[in-house]
């Protein structure tokens, strides 16, 4: 570690977890991983982990303390992050936030108004804007000097086409409301396509579909490396199924469950987002190594399930880009999971997708072109970094 060099420090907090990164800035280069970890288990047996960047376990403990919040969480992190950086000063800390509504499309440096604004954006992602908020204003008193940045989920997505953002409810509703498609799981995105030049520059300059495949998991349509259509709309519910979160649904099933099932507002949350997905139709789990080491059927129809959406949307964003040049695969499945990939590319055949089984084999974490040679459209495993994403953004905006 040089000691000119500024600490950059990223936040990605949830509702009982806070991960964290500490970036070192390169000059003119890009901010260099140095440690990494999480406190989890916050409200129940809140437990802090860190390694380094080559991966290797540093510390695994108890977090000490009766509260059992965010708050002891964020102070267990930094008293160990004081002990390894040894009296240097963090530079800047940039923060995951999910939803940036109309007003925020680019990160934005974070003061008092800035906050305010951010709370008004609670009602738009009930489960995790509010998780995000909390470590901001408990290290604005913990350390008051050091400039937080927001980097939003939604930003990357902010100048699609109009048609793209828009529901067809009455007009009112998407200018006076802010009820409009927004997107999601925009800094993952933006890392892809900012290092998707390096990979391939036709697919760099022309029409890519990124799968971004996790326990969350959407698609987006990138045209020249800009957003111009996705999957997530105005929560992080629609599109594609995922780990317990139903995707797209007829909103017609949710008035009959209020007005016939007669379940009320909260049940109806928890069933869309945490009873659903993978979870709900295979009865099993999430998890997508549990459902691939399964022999029951239902594992089988949660993941067949799961791969034909992915098909059929991947269809949908081709459309819209008129035309189909690359498609990504990243985040936990689109990285790991070879039966997703291979099942995804051998429905889309009819594209011209052709895979190089071989090459879908390869476990690496490097960028990796999966397609055959004569395959149309080439098919790549991008690893995402949506944590060196904030150390960027967060980096650039406070010089
Ligand atoms: P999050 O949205 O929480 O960031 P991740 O991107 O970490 O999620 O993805 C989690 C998903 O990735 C889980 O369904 C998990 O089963 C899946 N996954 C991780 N490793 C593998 C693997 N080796 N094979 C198949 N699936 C995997």
Aim: aromatic fraction near 6%; glycine fraction near 8%.
């Amino acid at each position: 570690m040089t000691a000119t060099n500024e600490l950059v420090l990223v936040i990605n907090a949830g509702s009982s977890s806070i991960k964290f990164s500490l970036f070192e800035a390169g000059a003119g280069a890009d901010p260099v991983l140095l440690y990494k970890g999480l406190a989890d288990g916050i409200y129940v047996e809140p437990k802090f982990t860190a390694k380094d960047a080559a991966d290797n376990k540093l510390v695994a403990d108890a977090i000490p303390g009766t509260a059992k919040n965010h708050d002891e969480a964020l102070r267990h992190m930094l008293a160990w992050l004081n002990g390894v950086i040894n009296g240097r000063k963090i530079a800047v800390i940039g923060h995951r936030v999910v939803h940036g509504g109309v007003k925020f499309s680019k990160p934005v440096r974070i003061d008092a108004a800035v906050i305010t604004e951010l709370e008004k954006l609670i009602p738009l992602a009930p489960l995790h804007e509010p998780h995000n908020i909390t470590p901001i204003k408990i290290l604005q008193g913990l350390l008051p000097d050091v400039p937080q940045v927001a980097c939003f989920d939604t930003a990357f997505h902010a100048n699609q086409p109009e048609l793209n953002q828009l529901y067809a409810l009455p007009y009112e509703f998407s200018q006076q409301e802010g009820i409009r498609r927004y997107g999601f799981h925009g800094l993952s995105y933006e890392y892809i396509a900012s290092v998707l030049p390096q990979i391939d520059a036709r697919a760099a300059n022309g029409r890519t579909v990124v799968a971004h495949l996790g326990n969350g998991s959407s698609m987006a349509a990138l045209l020249e490396c800009k957003g111009i259509a996705s999957t997530m709309g105005f929560t992080a519910l629609e599109g594609l199924p995922m780990g317990t979160r139903t995707g797209s649904i007829d909103a017609g099933v949710v008035l009959h469950l209020l007005n016939h099932l007669k379940m009320d507002a909260k049940q109806i949350e928890t069933l869309l987002y945490k009873q659903s997905g993978l979870l709900g139709l295979s009865g099993i789990s999430s998890d997508m190594r549990d459902l691939r080491s399964s022999k029951e059927a239902r594992a089988k129809l949660a993941t067949d399930y799961f791969v034909s959406r992915i098909a059929r949307e991947t269809g949908s964003l081709a459309a819209a880009l008129q035309g189909i040049d690359a498609l990504v695969f990243t985040a936990g499945i689109g990285e790991n999971d070879t039966e997703t990939r291979a099942e995804v590319c051998a429905q889309l055949a009819w594209l011209g997708v052709i895979l190089d089984p071989a090459a879908n084999a390869v476990r690496s974490g490097e960028p990796r072109r999966i397609s055959s040679d004569d395959s149309k459209v080439a098919v790549y495993v991008v690893p995402t970094n949506e944590e060196l994403m904030i150390a960027r953004q967060s980096e650039a905006c406070v010089h």
